[in-house]
Structure formats: structure tokens, C-alpha cells
């Protein structure tokens, strides 16, 4: 079975500063990894995804996340806050070998920017 | 380009009542899932149609049910609403169902349903 935890569900950074969300996953089989950003009333956004080729995946909007197959992690982080990621941050795994789309998402993480 | 778009964006009803939610993939993708989030939780995945056919359910009961037309447009039928069954419902299209090559989903704006 798969899964996917995200640590801890409030993140408050000054406008600037680093942002990092944690993500960990568990799946039997290679997974593909996903994080979307949900901005107030609206659907989910794609930031960058993972699906086995550089470890190093680069996304929109400056951020980026690192797959650490050692450590079942996908952190996504960004050098520089701005006011404007402020929003709900959701890791989500799919099974790679899968033939259905399904995610299986985490809880979310807020994102909180101070000015 | 138009996304993927649903409707309607919000919605109340009764307990006991029957609703139908709809979505309109992006031209050209094939794949239609939905997923139900709770307010404060992640999505949780309902069901996926390729090409009209159920290729996926999630964990839900028998009152969740849906089905997709010749245009790869979707519906999602809930029947006996609850209170529980407040939430936003959100539609993602892909161009197929899963492989290496198709790994993306893109969603809608979601419809607001609250049970009263």
C-alpha cells in the first residue's frame, strides 16, 4: 500500500527566508511523486513532479524537490519566499507501474508568509 | 486553451437528496478521475474513466457512482446525501490513464457541495 505524510500542517516563514515542507512516502513499488499548491476556493495546481529520471526535479515559481529514495523523502523547497506563496502545499504518490492515475494525497501543509 | 472545467461551482442540499456533478476534460485527454477533500484534509480519489470505462473506485460507498459519455465528459452521482458528504469535489482529466509517458493530471476548480 502506499502513502504519503507531510510534517506538519502549519508552515510560517518571513517574506524571503527558505521555505521548506517535508513530504515522506511509503510504497512498495517505485513511485512517481507529485506536490500541488491549492490556492483559497480553487483546484490544485502542478508544481513539479518526479517519475524516475533526475532526483533533482525543478518546478514553477522558483520551487524544487529532491527524491531520496534512502530516506523515502520529497521535500519541496524554495531559496526565497514571496507573499504570494501563501497556500495550501499537498505531496501526493502514484504507483509507477499503475494502470490507473490515482493519487494518494497528504494531509496538506499551509503555508504561511509573513511580511 | 480551456482547463478543465465543472460545474456547477457550488451547490446545497438537503439530506436524503440526489445530486449530479459535471466536468469537461481538457480537449484531447481521454482520462477523467474524482476526488472528494473534505475541508482540511487532501483529496481522496473516488473513481477514474478512460475511454467510458471504470478503470479505478476508491474507498466509497455504493451511493457514490458515475459514469463517462462518447465525449469523454464526466458525471459524478452521489444519492441519500449526508452531512458527511459536504465537501469540495474535484475533477482532474489526463490524456490516458497511467504510464511513464502520461504522468500528469490536470483539475477543475472543484464544485462546493454543502448538505444540510
Known amino acids: 500500500a502506499q502513502s504519503v505524510t507531510q510534517l506538519g500542517s502549519h508552515v510560517s516563514v518571513s517574506e524571503g527566508a527558505l521555505v521548506l515542507l517535508r513530504c515522506n512516502y511509503s510504497s512498495s513499488v517505485p513511485p512517481y511523486l507529485f506536490w500541488y499548491v491549492q490556492y483559497p476556493n480553487q483546484g490544485l495546481q502542478l508544481l513539479l513532479k518526479y517519475t524516475s529520471a533526475a532526483t533533482l526535479v525543478k518546478g514553477i515559481n522558483g520551487f524544487e524537490a529532491e527524491f531520496k529514495k534512502s530516506e523515502t523523502s520529497f521535500h519541496l523547497t524554495k531559496p526565497s519566499a514571496h507573499m504570494s506563496d501563501a497556500a495550501e502545499y499537498f505531496c501526493?504518490?502514484?504507483?509507477?507501474?499503475?494502470?490507473?492515475?490515482?493519487?494518494?494525497f497528504g494531509q496538506g501543509t499551509t503555508l504561511q508568509v509573513k511580511p | 486553451d480551456a482547463g478543465v472545467t465543472q460545474s456547477p461551482t457550488h451547490l446545497i442540499k438537503t439530506r436524503g437528496q440526489h445530486v449530479t456533478l459535471r466536468c469537461s476534460p481538457i480537449s484531447g485527454h481521454k482520462s477523467v478521475s474524482w476526488y472528494q477533500q473534505v475541508l482540511g484534509q487532501g483529496p481522496q480519489f473516488i473513481f477514474q474513466y478512460y475511454e467510458k470505462e471504470e478503470r479505478g473506485r476508491g474507498n466509497f460507498p455504493d451511493r457514490f457512482s458515475a459514469r463517462q459519455f462518447p465525449n469523454y465528459s464526466s458525471e459524478l452521482n452521489v444519492n441519500a446525501l449526508l452531512l458527511g458528504d459536504s465537501a469540495l469535489y474535484l475533477c482532474?482529466?489526463?490524456?490516458?490513464?497511467?504510464?511513464?509517458?502520461?504522468?500528469?493530471?490536470?483539475f477543475g476548480q472543484g464544485t462546493r457541495l454543502t448538505v444540510v
Open positions: 482532474a482529466s489526463s490524456l490516458r490513464t497511467s504510464d511513464r509517458l502520461n504522468t500528469e493530471a490536470f
Open positions: 501526493a504518490v502514484r504507483r509507477g507501474s499503475s494502470n490507473t492515475g490515482k493519487l494518494i
